[in-house]
């Protein structure tokens, strides 16, 4: 399988004082931080397009897996709730995810349903979330330099 690449550019916008212009390829967006956080709520923050992604990719990759399948499939609805929690051992609150999955297809049996729900537990972004990512962090050219060549 060829290695998936994504590039993302983000950009103040000034519209507020955290406003950003968010590139995805043909995609663009607005995100924001929400007024009682300084923004001006103009688009959601980063945690909600984390958890977003995190509920598209589930969508996505059970009814993939349905198609494969050529199961009969309805509708699938995801919803993410994410918060930081104190749980039992931890000394310092861990982000929690409560992902709910509703599988809607009158023909579908319960073998089927809850092999879409252990599929749904193998989301790509789910993995990423749940893996150890290397995130490696560098300073570009300042944007002063960039424009005035």
Excluded: Y
């Amino acid at each position: 399988m060829a290695a998936l690449r994504t590039r993302v550019t983000v950009s103040e916008t000034g519209e507020s004082p955290f406003s950003v212009q968010i590139d995805m390829g043909a995609h663009n967006m607005v995100g924001d931080e929400p007024v009682g956080a300084g923004g001006g709520g103009l688009g959601p923050n980063p945690f909600e397009l984390m958890t977003a992604a995190l509920a598209e990719c589930t969508a996505i990759t059970v009814r993939w897996f349905a198609r494969q399948q050529d199961w009969p499939l309805e509708q699938v609805e995801v919803v993410v709730d994410h918060a930081k929690k104190l749980i039992a051992g931890a000394s310092v609150p861990v982000d929690v995810f409560e992902k709910t999955v509703f599988i809607r297809g009158a023909r579908l049996d319960d073998t089927q349903r809850a092999r879409l729900i252990d599929v749904a537990g193998k989301c790509p972004i789910q993995r990423v979330l749940e893996g150890m990512p290397v995130i490696n962090t560098k300073l570009g050219r300042s944007l002063d330099e960039a424009f005035d060549t």
